[in-house]
């Protein structure tokens, strides 16, 4: 498998957020972020799944697997406050108030 650069690592994190952006005209932003995290999950078991030869020694080894990713997505989620919350006037300011 080929590595992925920082900068690219960047950008698939940023196209990730266009497609839950394209959901806000129809729906509000929590349905929208939790498709976001549905999707994620969905995705997460599919990249788990790929490391075992059968379903159960997949289950056998679930709780160490999620316990991964809660752990990683709560590091993802405590940095992303830290830099909202220190950006935040720049963030939440209107589009058109430039």
Same mark, same amino acid.
């Given at each position: 498998? !080929?590595?992925?650069?920082?900068?690219?690592?960047?950008?698939?994190v940023?196209?990730?957020?266009?497609? !839950?952006?394209?959901?806000? +005209?129809?729906?509000? +932003?929590? &349905?929208?972020? !939790?498709?976001? @995290?549905?999707?994620?999950? =969905?995705?997460?078991?599919? &990249?788990?799944? =790929?490391?075992?030869?059968?379903g159960?020694? @997949?289950?056998?080894? #679930?709780?160490?697997?999620i316990?991964?990713?809660? =752990?990683?997505? #709560?590091?993802?989620?405590?940095?992303?406050?830290?830099?909202?919350?220190?950006? %935040?006037? &720049? %963030?939440?300011? +209107?589009?058109? #108030?430039?």
């Open positions: 498998m !080929a590595e992925v650069s920082n900068e690219r690592f960047s950008e698939m940023v196209e990730q957020i266009e497609v !839950a952006n394209r959901h806000l +005209p129809e729906s509000e +932003p929590g &349905v929208a972020g !939790a498709a976001l @995290m549905q999707a994620a999950a =969905r995705f997460n078991a599919f &990249v788990s799944s =790929r490391q075992f030869v059968s159960r020694i @997949m289950l056998q080894n #679930k709780d160490a697997h316990e991964h990713y809660v =752990r990683l997505y #709560k590091q993802y989620l405590e940095e992303q406050f830290a830099d909202y919350a220190a950006n %935040y006037d &720049v %963030y939440t300011r +209107p589009a058109n #108030k430039g």
